[in-house]
């Protein structure tokens, strides 16, 4: 047997978690850099793969299976495709940065990053496990650190930010916990595979009765909309961005929330094709909600950290529609938009995380001209919001650009009366108040006269400039060759598409 | 002539309980601290004599006592749970000052009582059994003789378990009267030739009234806070782990062996009993201020996940009750060694009274949030997958409703959980206070607690697959 990249992914972690126990409190620095360490061989495993992913061959690799409960069909098996490594990537990365963005940090730092780097094994886990039950697993093991780490280290209503988010994701999850029971026994009974597994790719072989599939489609969206947000299931994501410190917000906007999406994508639509058209015009319409509310409410936002967790709700409408489309192009911007605005929101919760803690405010309304203080801090803003605007060259342009050609094409009818192509000129205009959202932003905080309250705020630098050099980096390396990262998604999606194709035509909800 | 070769556990048990009397009798007050070292040992030993048995499915005096896979089970379970009350304990009853003898001989016999219940194979036997560790968890409750609460305590479970005791009593002889037997596998057979009849029914009624008592199911709930917010805390572990699974034990036994012919019938009420200790169970334990009232209904919660298994009725179900009951012994008894240590160096058992406890004892801290996800059935703990398995057992058996009420009331248990857990984490400890120091029996009883809670959450196979073998062999459909 190869040497098991995907566990070394998943544990580099959990031994840091580990490693960090073991060391006093009062080495902050020898903590700080063994979490470093940890995530650094995460993150270095993780670009090896997408490096090394054979792209001829396609289909699930590094794959890795031990027995785990015989009885229940359960195995501990790890594969990658290619719509799973960009989320793997993308985890890495924030999670490496996130790291260096809780530098600055002093209190409880030790149990700090044992709560972070509990959280992200349970991310990367869910990425690239191939059963149901580790899925499930590594997918409820990323909530409870966070209400602790939101609880203990957040700012802003913190507790009760971290109740609601602990609360709204465990009920979501309650719905996905039994659409998979439910679907692991339908797989499992003797007129279908006769044999009890969780193996995603021989649930996937099964042909679903169309009840059951409407039926166990509506849990999965509901459990994982829950997670992705969206509409109106949202509520918790924005207080919860905001309360969380800098690193877990980077991390829950980044990574968390596209758990959701993925969920949707490999419990749901790869298993449920028909369920899926039959939900979908649903999706499109409450995902445009997303997009078009998330941009207003975020454009009337005091709060800086509420603007980008807002735009967070907005921009995950996009992937919603991706998903929505049900076709190649829609589904490959929907992964690539996850990837995309995992960066850029990293990006974001970054730099409002280091104007806070040399400011410690975020009121919009008493910044102004810090672009003289912070010219550094100030240029990756721009970046991050033109990203978020979607102009071409950055990451995110590819994916708005595919989401918005896979829904166009559909020349279908919602509500009766509503074509879909209306929704997606609808998400299109989505951008506009995007852009203003963030040119507010950008001229009420960074631009204007000088305003000597702020003159003692000090630029990044150092170790504050990793987390900004490197996710501007990939923000514009991915916008620049998108094609190694498209390419890739396609290869991931494409039998997902085939049975999309497969499955019969059913009216759908509306 | 009788296999008295097959009372072993019992007769070792016994023996362990009469030495432990005497000891306290003869050794002088001031050097009778190794008495719980005895019971400790004695009970690894017992534990030990169980296993030899693991393979043995025989019954004793014509079926009035099985030693069967399913009763090894649960004597080795009950065998854990002494183990760690008396760990758990070891400090806690020095510090009282009296009594040490008695304690663990009770503690011991209590144990005897409860291996009968587990074994029985009619109905007088497990009459007896249950009589004797209700007489003796009576003792133990009122233990702490200075303390009004506790006395009080004792004085409502005596006369509250008499009462249910009459219920039970009563039912058991309807049920003799409608079948002309008391042996579980003869009534079976004669209410499978006879069918249903109104006297068997009234009986049927009674009997789970009875039982419904044991397992604090609701709405026979009622004693179980008063109780265990009494009870020296060590006790309330114990009775809220031990006393709970021997009572399943033989409300199995009872309703899915001598009842099975009529399943249908009891499964309508046995369901709305579910239903109910679920939803009550876990909304009432959201408003309580004393932690061990908030454990006494988050174990009546418990009581209504275990009776999943029984609406189920099958293989599974019964597995999944075997093993969700084995790793609710650890976490319970990890929650209440906490709650003991916490109680006897702060004088309190206020949740609030937690604050801060990250700073005055991480390992505690560790443990209680450990223990209360584990509880709360969050994975990668074990107690996730004893309700995985509960939850499959009833949807495979097609009632998706009733998982949907579980489940959500699975999450309403992790909010009241996580309060423990904001006060412990988020709390700051109150100026001045001192770090807490926990004993050596009791450190080791944690960390044994969250060693098996993690390990057999991420690795569930071996419990699994013991469970599954023994619901097998236990149940013949």
């Keep these: 047997m190869n040497f098991p990249v995907l566990s070394a992914i998943v544990l580099a972690p959990v031994i840091g978690v580990l490693a960090i126990l073991l060391i006093p409190e009062k080495e902050e620095l020898l903590i700080k850099i063994t979490a470093a360490v940890a995530t650094f061989i995460s993150l270095a495993l993780s670009i090896f793969i997408f490096l090394t992913y054979d792209r001829s061959v396609g289909g699930v690799q590094f794959v890795e299976s031990i027995p785990w409960v015989d009885r229940f069909g359960i195995n501990y098996t790890l594969g990658v495709d290619g719509m799973s490594l960009p989320l793997v990537l993308l985890t890495s990365i924030v999670i490496f940065t996130g790291v260096f963005a809780s530098w600055d940090m002093h209190t409880r730092i030790k149990e700090f990053f044992i709560f972070l780097l509990a959280l992200v094994a349970g991310v990367f886990g869910v990425f690239v496990t191939r059963d149901m039950f580790f899925f499930y697993l590594f997918f409820e093991v990323a909530v409870i650190p966070m209400y602790i780490l939101i609880g203990v280290w957040g700012s802003t209503r913190k507790e009760y930010a971290a109740m609601k988010l602990t609360l709204y994701l465990l009920v979501g999850s309650a719905f996905a916990l039994i659409g998979i029971i439910a679907t692991f026994l339908y797989a499992g009974a003797p007129q279908h595979l006769g044999y009890l597994t969780f193996d995603i790719e021989k649930l996937a072989t099964v042909h679903y009765d169309i009840a059951f599939q409407k039926f166990a489609f509506f849990l999965m969206l509901i459990g994982f909309g829950f997670l992705v947000p969206m509409w109106p299931l949202h509520t918790w994501s924005p207080d919860g961005h905001v309360a969380a410190p800098t690193a877990v917000s980077m991390l829950h906007a980044g990574v968390l929330m596209k758990l959701g999406g993925y969920g949707i994508i490999r419990l749901g639509i790869f298993f449920f094709p028909e369920g899926a058209k039959y939900w979908a015009p649903l999706i499109a319409v409450l995902c445009i909600v997303n997009v078009v509310y998330g941009a207003m409410v975020a454009m009337v936002q005091k709060d800086l950290k509420f603007v980008i967790g807002y735009s967070s709700v907005s921009h995950m409408g996009y992937v919603l529609l991706g998903i929505a489309s049900l076709n190649s192009m829609g589904i490959d911007g929907a992964v690539a938009q996850m990837f995309a605005h995992g960066i850029m929101t990293a990006l974001f919760f970054a730099l409002v995380g280091n104007i806070y803690h040399k400011a410690h405010t975020r009121e919009i309304a008493r910044f102004g001209g810090l672009a003289h203080q912070m010219p550094r801090v100030a240029t990756g803003f721009v970046i991050a919001g033109l990203a978020s605007l979607g102009l071409p060259g950055l990451n995110n342009f590819v994916a708005e650009f595919l989401i918005f050609v896979g829904s166009f094409t559909i020349d279908k009818v919602v509500l009766g009366f509503i074509p879909f192509r209306a929704l997606s000129i609808l998400a299109i205009l989505g951008i506009v108040i995007t852009a203003t959202y963030v040119l507010r932003v950008v001229q009420f905080v960074f631009f204007g006269p000088r305003k000597e309250e702020w003159d003692h705020l000090t630029d990044a630098k150092g170790i504050e400039m990793v987390p900004i050099v490197i996710l501007i980096s990939v923000l514009i390396l991915f916008g620049l060759f998108p094609a190694p990262m498209t390419d890739l998604i396609n290869i991931g999606v494409e039998p997902l598409i085939a049975k999309i194709q497969a499955a019969q035509a059913i009216g759908g909800v509306f | ?477």
């Excluded at chain 2, 008295?4 to 601290?33: D, S």
């Excluded at chain 2, 039982?211 to 265990?228: E, I, N, Q, R, T």
């Excluded at chain 2, 604050?355 to 209680?368: D, I, N, T």
């Design chain 2, 1 to 477: 002539m009788a296999e008295y070769y097959l009372l072993g556990v019992e007769i070792a048990t016994a023996l362990l309980g009469l030495i432990l009397l005497v000891m306290g009798l003869l050794v002088p007050k001031t050097h009778n601290k190794g008495i719980a070292n005895i019971a400790i040992i004695g009970f690894i030993a017992i534990f030990g004599v169980n296993f030899l048995y693991a393979g043995t499915n025989a019954s004793f005096l014509n079926g009035m006592y099985l030693i069967d896979p399913f009763s090894s089970f649960f004597k080795g379970l009950l065998l854990i749970a002494v183990f760690f009350t008396c760990l758990i304990s070891k400090d806690y009853i020095l510090e009282q000052g009296y009594g040490q003898g008695e304690y663990y001989s009770l503690v011991t016999f209590a144990t005897l009582g409860m291996m009968i219940m587990v074994s029985a194979g009619d109905l007088i036997t497990f009459y007896l059994g249950l009589e004797l560790n209700t007489i003796a968890f009576v003792i133990l409750v009122a233990f702490r003789k200075n303390c009004a609460k506790s006395t009080e305590a004792g004085i409502k479970y005596v006369l509250l378990s008499a009462m249910s005791s009459a219920v039970l009593l009563y039912g058991l002889s309807l049920v003799y009267g409608a079948t002309k037997s008391v042996l579980l596998t003869e009534i079976a057979k004669i209410i499978n030739q006879q069918g249903i009849q109104p006297l068997l029914l009234i009986g049927m009624i009674f009997t789970l009234a009875g039982f419904g008592f044991k397992v604090s199911a609701v709405p026979f709930h009622m004693w179980s806070p008063d109780v265990y917010e009494g009870a020296p805390t060590p006790i309330t572990g114990f009775m809220s782990v031990a006393s709970k699974a021997a009572a399943f034990a033989i409300f199995v036994r009872f309703f899915m062996i001598a009842l099975a012919p009529v399943q249908e019938t009891w499964v309508i009420v046995i369901t709305a009993l579910t239903v109910l200790t679920l939803v009550l169970g876990n909304l009432v334990a959201i408003p309580q201020t004393n932690i061990k009232r908030m454990l006494a209904y988050s174990s009546v919660g418990q009581a209504g996940f275990i009776l999943l298994g029984m609406v189920a009725f099958s293989k599974l179900g019964v597995a999944a009750i075997m093993f969700h009951s084995l790793l609710y012994v650890f976490a319970n008894m990890g929650a209440f060694g906490v709650a003991t240590v916490v109680g006897k160096s702060i004088g309190s058992d206020q949740i609030k009274d937690y604050q801060g406890l990250w700073k005055r004892s991480p390992l505690m801290a560790a443990v209680m949030l450990i223990c209360l996800l584990s509880l709360a059935g969050i994975p990668p703990l074990a107690g996730f997958v004893s309700k995985f398995y509960l939850f499959t057992a009833v949807i495979e058996q097609g009632h998706i409703w009733l998982a949907f009420i579980a489940i959500g009331m699975s999450m309403v248990s992790v909010y009241y959980y996580l309060i423990v857990a904001k006060a412990m984490y988020l709390g700051q400890p109150e100026e001045g206070a001192e770090p807490i120091k926990v004993p050596g029996s009791v450190q080791l009883a944690l960390a044994l607690c969250l060693i098996v809670l993690v390990f057999f959450g991420v690795y569930p196979t071996p419990f699994t697959n013991l469970v599954l073998d023994v619901a097998t062999a236990f149940f013949p459909f």
